[in-house]
């Protein structure tokens, strides 16, 4: 049976249905999750990203994780110290904070599978295109908000649900390797049981920022 990555709950209800996967809402923090009968296998899903080409010279891919990169550099101090968390096979956004000066760490379960980076404290963690693809965002959540300095921001790029009817066509649900949706909802969720604030810019950059309590 089918429990919440995020918050652990079994109450689960049927959300949607295509030919390839059946969809759950969690009752209490909204997200929404693929059914575990459903998900691919590591090795299938590594097959996929294997076939990614996000290139550290690609302008346009450089432009999209731009929309992660400003919001980080205008909430900390210069020569900072980050993490990129699912950096994947070409670790570009690090590359740009290195670029202006940004002391950076990189960790990604198939490609820079380092766990000593995750024994550190870090004045920034970025995490774009990640979160969508966890089996258990909840556990996740709370291991990088711990590995932030407070003050610090968790810095977050994934396409929010806007509503069930607009789900059903949605292009996002269909990448196979994703398999947790995020609405705004989910997120005040996440900001509540965390003690973060939470922002969202535009149409799918979230931070997270820590208390500094």
Same mark, same amino acid.
């Given at each position: 049976?089918?429990v919440?990555?995020?918050?652990?709950?079994?109450?689960l209800? $049927?959300?949607?249905?295509?030919?390839r996967?059946r969809?759950?809402?969690c009752?209490?923090?909204?997200l929404v999750i693929?059914?575990?009968r459903?998900r691919?296998?590591?090795?299938?899903e590594?097959?996929?990203?294997?076939t990614?080409? &996000?290139?550290?010279?690609?302008?346009g891919?450089?432009?999209?994780?731009?929309?992660?990169?400003e919001? !980080?550099?205008?909430?900390? $101090?210069?020569?900072?110290?980050g993490?990129?968390? #699912?950096?994947?096979p070409?670790?570009?956004? /690090?590359?740009?904070?290195?670029?202006?000066?940004?002391?950076?760490?990189?960790?990604?379960?198939?490609y820079?599978?380092?766990?000593?980076?995750?024994t550190? !404290?870090?004045?920034?963690?970025t995490?774009?295109?990640?979160?969508?693809?966890?089996?258990? $965002?909840?556990e996740?959540? /709370?291991?990088?908000?711990? *590995?932030?300095?407070a003050? #610090? $921001?968790?810095?977050?790029? !994934?396409? *929010?649900?806007?509503?069930?009817?607009?789900?059903?066509?949605?292009?996002?649900? &269909?990448?196979l390797?994703?398999?947790?949706?995020?609405?705004?909802?989910?997120?005040?969720?996440? /900001?509540?049981?965390?003690?973060?604030?939470?922002?969202?810019?535009? &149409?799918?950059?979230?931070?997270?920022t820590?208390?500094k309590?």
């Amino acid at each position: 049976m089918s429990v919440c990555g995020l918050c652990g709950s079994d109450e689960l209800q $049927p959300y949607h249905q295509d030919k390839r996967r059946r969809y759950l809402q969690c009752t209490q923090c909204a997200l929404v999750i693929v059914d575990e009968r459903d998900r691919l296998s590591p090795e299938d899903e590594k097959a996929i990203y294997d076939t990614h080409e &996000n290139s550290l010279h690609d302008e346009g891919y450089r432009r999209f994780l731009s929309r992660a990169f400003e919001p !980080t550099i205008e909430r900390v $101090p210069s020569h900072s110290k980050g993490l990129d968390f #699912g950096c994947g096979p070409g670790p570009l956004l /690090a590359e740009m904070f290195k670029e202006v000066g940004f002391e950076m760490a990189c960790f990604d379960l198939f490609y820079a599978n380092e766990p000593e980076v995750l024994t550190k !404290t870090y004045d920034f963690i970025t995490c774009t295109e990640v979160i969508e693809h966890l089996s258990q $965002p909840g556990e996740v959540l /709370a291991k990088l908000l711990s *590995l932030l300095d407070a003050g #610090g $921001p968790l810095v977050l790029m !994934t396409k *929010l649900i806007i509503d069930q009817n607009r789900f059903a066509q949605w292009h996002y649900k &269909n990448d196979l390797t994703h398999i947790a949706f995020f609405s705004r909802e989910t997120f005040d969720y996440v /900001a509540a049981r965390f003690d973060c604030q939470v922002e969202f810019i535009g &149409n799918d950059v979230i931070v997270l920022t820590k208390s500094k309590k």
